[in-house]
């Protein structure tokens, strides 16, 4: 089984606390190696994986005729800024663009909630990378309580026709959801509060949000349920563990952009008959 058939979205998706602490590519059966020691190896088999991917983006690059979007959603302290920090620093930054959404403008809300979204998907050459998406737009008026029923469908539908319209203009959807478990969460905000260097990632609406656990975590499922397709797959990666969180979507990139077939441009000229005289 393929890594992206292992964390493909299961039909019919719950998502369950216990799954989050998951470490399925971990093979110290034995319980010889200690948790630093596996950490290490982790992050020095993604380091190993990230230069493939490294080497397919100079590809994709140089022949511009494709595109990549990674979507990352996932709770706060979920893990999307370490992700993007530990998977793509080896990526040309000529080749890539990230993108950070937060909550729409005054002028975005004034047009269809995709309208932000479409010019920031990646041109041929690129891999876009969205820290949350779209997916905001029917998560947060979900539990806020301002789109009804037929609304929230007519918004899974708009998704679904913009990605499929994305996938047949030659751009490549992968969507990773980040399952951190509430105990894990926990932790990561007591973090940033004990230590001063890391309060401005502090937002007192991640306890707002944390107090809602439950419902987050139906409105993920039931918006990956209904916008899991073929042409833009969800992989739900276990990330109580950061190390092993970047390891899986690593894999998880490598197998994706393997499987866009990509090939170095044509020359423009026979370059064996240039020489260079002085």
């Known amino acids: 089984m393929s890594m992206l058939e292992r964390f493909r979205a299961p039909k019919n998706l719950e998502l369950r606390d216990k799954d989050a602490g998951a470490t399925p590519l971990r093979d110290d059966k034995k319980g ?32 511009r005729d494709q595109k990549l979007l990674l979507i990352l959603q996932g709770m706060d302290t979920s893990g999307k800024d370490g992700t993007v920090r530990a998977l793509f620093s080896q990526i040309n930054p000529m080749g890539l663009h990230a993108t950070g959404y937060v909550a729409p403008t005054e002028k975005e809300k004034a047009h269809d909630f995709l309208w932000r979204v479409h010019a920031r998907v990646p041109a041929k050459g690129e891999i876009g990378i969205f820290n949350r998406s779209h997916y905001e737009d029917v998560l947060v008026p979900r539990i806020l309580g301002t ?3 037929k609304d929230l469908e007519r918004r899974y539908a708009h998704i679904r026709d913009f990605e499929r319209m994305l996938a047949e203009t030659g751009t490549t ?21 004990d230590d001063p260097e890391k309060h401005w990632k502090f937002d007192p609406a991640d306890l707002t949000a944390r107090e809602k656990w439950d419902v987050y975590q139906g409105a993920y499922a039931d918006a990956i349920n209904a916008t899991d397709c073929d042409h833009a797959p969800w992989y739900i990666v276990p990330a109580d563990s950061k190390t092993h969180r970047n390891l899986i979507i690593a894999h998880l990139m490598l197998e994706t952009m393997q499987g866009m077939k990509l090939e170095w441009p044509q020359p423009k000229a026979d370059m064996s008959k240039v020489r260079i005289d002085n």
């Open 147 to 149: 789109l009804d029923g």
């Open 32 to 63: 010889k190696l200690k948790n630093g020691e596996l950490k290490e190896r982790e992050r020095a088999l993604t380091a190993e994986l990230t230069a493939e991917v490294a080497k397919l983006q100079e590809k994709l690059y140089a022949a």
């Open 173 to 193: 959807v992968m969507k990773v959801f980040l399952h951190i478990s509430k105990d894990e969460q926990r932790e990561r905000l007591q973090a940033r509060l």
